[in-house]
């Protein structure tokens, strides 16, 4: 890798997803702390928390979205302008990425609590992109997997923190170099070094169900009403 390179997390939450805490301006803030130059905001099943931290800071975020697919299995599209909606089929969801001229990111792909080899399969096959370290996956056979997997179907790799909480930021990040666009990006993780710092344990999990149930506990109908998130269809997937 020649020239500056760039530090970049491609999957992360802010409030807009149910079970996360960080606003879109306290993610900004510290991803400029730690040291980030891209961050994808990738929250469940909606893109406005990421289109209002793209406001706040458009060179630094990539508008993305984590999708939960007909049959469980998770995609993230990256580079949106929609929102696409939950419970589509893989293929359908997968289409309706390319169709905006995103690109496609299987996240933790083992690290399911159930049939983890069909949803790795699933997602592996349709990416452009296999999220290799998750710093969210607790139990380190689920990011060597994921890291065989990608090397098998030579697919570009990258190692996100998958934050929900603004400590997070930081734990990983893959050294990229400069690129443009969807196609730049893929390019650039195969020219890159993932870089993986630290693995939350499943305390973090548990704080975010307890951030989650929390929030239900609140009044009002269907949204929460400080972020507008929505409550993402139930799953076995750890992050």
Known sequence: MTGEALRVDLHVHTCWSPDARTTPSDLVERAAEVGLDRVAVTDHGEIEGALRAQALDRRRIIVGEE?????????????????????????EAVERVRDQGGAVYAPH?????VAPARHARRAIASADIVEIFNSRAFWGRWNRQAEASARRHDRAAAASTDAHFPHELGRAWTEVPAFEGPSGLVEALRAGRPVARATGGPAVHVASAAWKLGRRARPGPGRDQASGARAPLGGPAIG
């Open 67 to 91: 999708i939960r697919c007909r049959g469980r299995t998770e995609i993230i599209g990256l580079f949106l302008s929609e929102r696409v909606p939950d419970g589509l089929p893989l293929e």
């Open 109 to 113: 792909p083992w690290a399911y609590l």
